[in-house]
């Protein structure tokens, strides 16, 4: 068994800051990458912001300059600082890990968290 989770979602006012956190535990062999994803009402998931275990990272353009996806020295924990926050930000937060398990080494799996909600409203 493999746990996603993620915490640290709220209400902020916009211009706001807020830090979310995932760790990803269980029977992993490794991780090779870790992002967060978000799902509006009536939308798509979508990608937020990525990390590989080399410490590459992606961002959507919506979010460039305002969020920064950072790891600690865990390699299965993953935080997502967010500032500047615009009540277009409201959703539901996913993080997403990508990785092997221990009884299946062959395979890539991509383990899910049960997401946090981030609503910006004044």
């Known amino acids: 068994q493999v746990q996603v989770v993620e915490s640290g979602g709220g209400l902020v006012q916009p211009g706001g800051s807020l830090r979310l956190s995932c760790v990803a535990s269980g029977s992993i062999f490794d991780i090779y990458s870790m992002g967060w994803y978000r799902q509006a009402p009536g939308k798509q998931r979508e990608l937020v912001a990525s990390i590989t275990s080399g410490g590459s990272t992606t961002y959507a353009d919506s979010v460039k300059g305002r969020f920064t996806i950072v790891r600690d020295g865990h390699r299965f924990t993953v935080y997502l600082q967010m500032g500047s926050l615009k009540p277009e930000d409201t959703a539901v937060y996913y993080c997403?890990?990508?990785?092997?398990?221990?009884?299946?080494?062959?395979?890539?799996?991509?383990?899910w968290g049960q997401g946090t909600r981030v609503t910006v409203s004044s």
């Open positions: 997403k890990a990508e990785g092997t398990k221990v009884s299946d080494l062959e395979v890539r799996y991509d383990f």
